[in-house]
């Protein structure tokens, strides 16, 4: 994937997008399907990065990016939600081995600056049992992520 060029396209030049879950646990990889999915259109001037968690070491991708996209699968969410999400201070407790996406955001400025933009796409998951296939409904909804995320990749500014 292209980083760094200006898309006319798609209104950005440096985005990231971190799809991350379980792919093993059912509907806990929707984030992980939604990054390939992504990935497979090679948006011009947007990355993808599929993994199992976050980790401190994601600070260094996400410093100086126009905008960061977190995609991740919620029993909590009931319809795809997206949301801003800024740094949150951590205080005494850091982020050791995994984490969440304004813990993540918290370690960025000491590596470099703070994305202009960042999102957390939430998808639905009802079924995280042993599995490699997502549920009808969280397939759905992840696809409907994928056109919510491109969306957000057009908007300009922050």
């Given amino acids: 994937m292209q980083t760094g060029r200006p898309s006319a396209k798609y209104g950005v030049t440096d985005a990231l997008i971190i799809g991350y879950g379980n792919d093993l646990r059912t509907d806990d990889g929707a984030g992980r399907w939604v990054a390939a999915q992504i990935e497979a259109m090679e ?7 599929s993994l199992p968690q976050l980790t401190p070491e994601l600070s260094l991708e996400v ?5 960061v996209v977190f995609v991740d ?15 949150v201070p951590t205080g005494p407790k850091t982020m050791t081995h995994h ?4 813990t993540l955001l918290s370690l960025v400025p000491t590596v470099g600056a703070l ?6 796409v939430s998808i ?8 490699l ?6 397939q ?11 969306g957000l990749l057009a908007e300009r500014g922050p």
Wanted: proline content about 6%.
């Fill in 99 to 102: 984490g969440d996406p304004a």
């Fill in 124 to 131: 639905p998951a009802t079924n995280l049992e042993m599995g």
């Fill in 43 to 49: 948006l011009p001037g947007a990355e993808v990065r």
């Fill in 73 to 87: 699968a919620s029993v909590d969410a009931t319809a795809v939600t997206v949301q801003l999400v800024d740094a």
């Fill in 63 to 67: 410093a100086g990016r126009e905008v």
């Fill in 115 to 120: 994305p202009q933009r960042a999102y957390v």
């Fill in 140 to 150: 759905a909804a992840a696809s409907e992520a994928v056109g919510q995320i491109v």
């Fill in 133 to 138: 296939e997502l549920t009808a409904t969280t």
